[in-house]
């Protein structure tokens, strides 16, 4: 029906202009996200201890199991004066899924250059001009951009990180032991946006499955007291 | 036995019961789309119960709500299904009075003698809305403090009474602490209290008038000997259990939803809301929850800041002309004819045309079509006098199909 045509064509161009990528100047690459590994969240919020915390706080874990036993604790987390770090300090990242996605974080994280003319010494395709310095130099290493910002720029979009961008000296860890390690803190970070997620995957069936055997004895009872009016009304 | 005498001696219980439930009689054919009415009394039930937890751990004051939130969904036992049912709840009571109203312009059920039932009914969609919009405000997200300040400035541009109207619903110059905690007394008791009494004399209505049926012709016309309706069944027990079927089809689909896909997309909770409130920053859109975007966009799509919002108000308010405006023989869309039908369709493809476009950026392209779904939307309203007289009706059986 032509109707229905209308609504997927609605539909689309909604979800083109939600889904979009903002400001990044790069194609976002897809985060492997594997919330349901008990191991690999721990793991990634221990990388977040030892990296991010210095910065970030997660205030709205506070008593969480994971985040505790990987050593997150109110204690430590940093407090910064609104007007600190020029006016943009490092936010809490609780929530930052919520606002961000998965991809963004997972395509960002790898996505920082040289680039001298900033005052942290590098730049991101992802999130242009960020204050935010670059926390893997040991670990990634440092990449060159291969193209100028000019072409970048006009060609917003269209290429992915990885084809603009070259490891010049080489880090502690391989580039997939890098990749390995940004996708766990993005779980982790996954994870902490919606701790729910774990119980509702373990819910979710029971509840469905509950009222799905509801479902067919009332449907069954319905039926019956339902088939004697048809009846009726087909015989008069 | 003697305690249930005692009693109806002097509450008449049983009685009631046999008058609304057992001795009701409804027609035997109404279809899934009167399953409406049933669901938004359930849903509003879920609203009530789950609101009533979350008032527990609520905490209205601007340094406190959005934490309050946070560690409901995360530190408090079954916080987040609370949180998700009471948000998720919102958007489904939506859908349900959509289709619910559908349902009424699809079968003429607005058209005598259910004229009043029908005013109670966009009554209850208003206050629905009303208790959506302070409900919204209450968790003092970026998006709840700047959906509230659009629609409080929309207040404040009404000429001479707008300035003072806007500060005695903010209950401040600005939106601040005094507007959250009045907001707070408002969707917390006011408008439930008000929703609850007003959908009680719905109901009185509709037991008083009888429901119309798909072929939008009166049961009560064909009475057998006893004065019982021939096409009527008792509404209990068929209609109970018929409602209790589709109340569990719904829950079905509404909690694959909260344990599969809480946010919807953004739809249910945006993204923005997730970022605490801040004055000195205004989020890059401002986006209406999508059951508003419709009047959102009728809004934005007029020139002029005034005629913006009178237009706004109009487009709710005019369906209560309905009744009179619609002229045809016949109620049901059955047996109306093909102008009718168009008109029907063209109605609903404006209003979700409208509905999208509120929740996209206003740009030209977008603003001149929303342009034109609020002349076709309006024009709906305005056409129907005359396409419902003008039009190739057919003429409706005497006793209903099954
Ligand atoms: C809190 C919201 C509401 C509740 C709880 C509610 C409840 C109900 C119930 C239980 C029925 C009988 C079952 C049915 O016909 O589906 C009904 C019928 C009806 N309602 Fe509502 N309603 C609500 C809002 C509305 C709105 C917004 C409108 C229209 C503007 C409306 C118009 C009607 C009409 C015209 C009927 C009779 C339909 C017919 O007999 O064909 N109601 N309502």
């Known amino acids: ?236 | 036995m003697s305690l249930n005498k005692w009693i109806n001696d002097r509450l008449p219980i049983d009685d009631f019961v046999d008058q609304h439930l057992r001795h009701y009689y409804a027609p035997k054919n109404l279809n899934f789309l009167y399953f409406f009415g049933s669901l938004a009394m359930l849903c509003l039930g879920i609203q009530i119960l789950s609101g009533i937890w979350l008032l527990m751990y609520y905490e209205p004051t601007v340094e406190t709500a959005f934490d309050s939130v946070e560690y409901l969904m995360r530190d408090i036992p079954f916080g987040w299904l609370l949180r998700y049912t009471h948000a998720a709840g919102a958007s489904a009571f939506f859908v349900i009075l959509y289709m619910h109203v559908y349902r009424a312009l699809l079968y003429g059920s607005y058209r005598k003698p259910r004229e009043l039932l029908w005013l109670l009914g966009l009554f209850l969609l208003i206050l629905v809305m009303a208790e959506s919009y302070t409900g919204y405000i209450l968790p003092w997200g970026q998006m709840s403090y700047w959906a509230a300040k659009v629609i409080m400035n929309i207040f404040g541009s009404i000429p001479v009474i707008g300035p003072p109207l806007m500060h005695l619903i903010q209950g401040d110059y600005v939106i601040s602490e005094a507007t959250l905690q009045r907001f707070f007394a408002f969707h917390v008791v006011v408008f439930p209290m008000v929703l609850l009494g007003v959908v009680f004399i719905h109901l009185c209505a509709l037991h008083t008038v009888g429901s119309n049926n798909p072929d939008g012709i009166e049961i009560k016309d064909n009475l057998d000997k006893d004065g019982i309706p021939v096409d009527g069944v008792p509404f209990h027990p068929y209609f109970t259990i018929k409602d209790i079927v589709a109340a569990v089809v719904f829950l079905i689909i509404f909690f694959a939803v909260i344990f599969y896909d809480p946010t919807f997309h953004g739809l249910i909770l945006e993204k923005e809301n997730f970022i605490p409130a801040d004055p000195l920053v205004t989020p890059p859109e401002i986006k209406p929850t999508w059951y508003l975007a419709p009047y959102y966009a009728i809004l934005r799509a007029v020139p002029d800041q005034l005629l913006g919002a009178l237009a706004m108000l109009a487009s709710l308010f005019i369906f209560a002309f309905m009744p009179w405006l619609d002229r045809a023989p016949v109620k049901s869309m059955r047996y109306k004819g093909t102008r009718s039908r168009v008109s029907l369709f063209l109605f609903v493809v404006s209003f979700l045309s409208l509905m999208v476009l509120g929740l996209l950026p206003a740009t030209p392209t977008n603003t001149i079509l929303a342009r034109i779904a609020t002349i076709v939307f309006f024009g709906f309203f305005l056409t129907l006098p005359y396409i419902t007289v003008y039009d190739n009706h057919k003429t409706p059986p005497d006793r209903v199909r099954m």
């Open chain 1, 1 to 236: 029906m032509a109707f229905n045509h209308w609504m997927i064509l609605l539909f689309s161009v909604w979800a083109n202009i939600t889904w979009a990528h903002g400001e990044s100047l790069v194609e976002l690459d897809h985060a492997p996200l594997n919330i349901e590994n008990r191991d690999q969240l721990l793991r990634g919020a221990k990388h977040f201890q030892q990296v991010c915390l210095t910065c970030h706080s997660m205030h709205y874990l506070r008593y969480d199991d994971i985040t505790q036993e990987a050593g997150i604790i109110k204690e430590r987390m940093p407090v910064w004066d609104d007007l600190s770090w020029g006016g943009r300090p490092p936010p809490d990242l609780s929530l930052i899924v919520k606002r961000r996605t998965a991809d963004w974080l997972y395509t960002f994280l790898r996505a920082y250059y040289i680039d001298d003319t900033r005052p942290t010494g590098v730049n991101n395709l992802v999130w242009p001009n960020t204050s935010m310095p670059n926390p893997f130099i040991s670990r990634q290493g440092t990449q060159q951009l291969l193209i100028s910002e000019a072409h970048l720029h006009d060609s917003k979009g269209k290429y992915r990180w990885s084809q603009v961008l070259k490891l010049d000296r080489p880090g502690q860890m391989s580039g997939e032991e890098f990749d390995q390690y940004i996708d766990d803190i993005v779980n982790y970070l996954v994870y902490a946006a919606d701790p729910s997620y774990l119980k509702r995957e373990a819910y979710g069936p029971w509840v469905i499955g509950y009222l799905l055997i509801l479902l067919f004895f009332v449907a069954r009872l319905s039926m019956s007291y339902w088939d004697d009016v048809k009846r009726k009304h087909h015989m008069k």
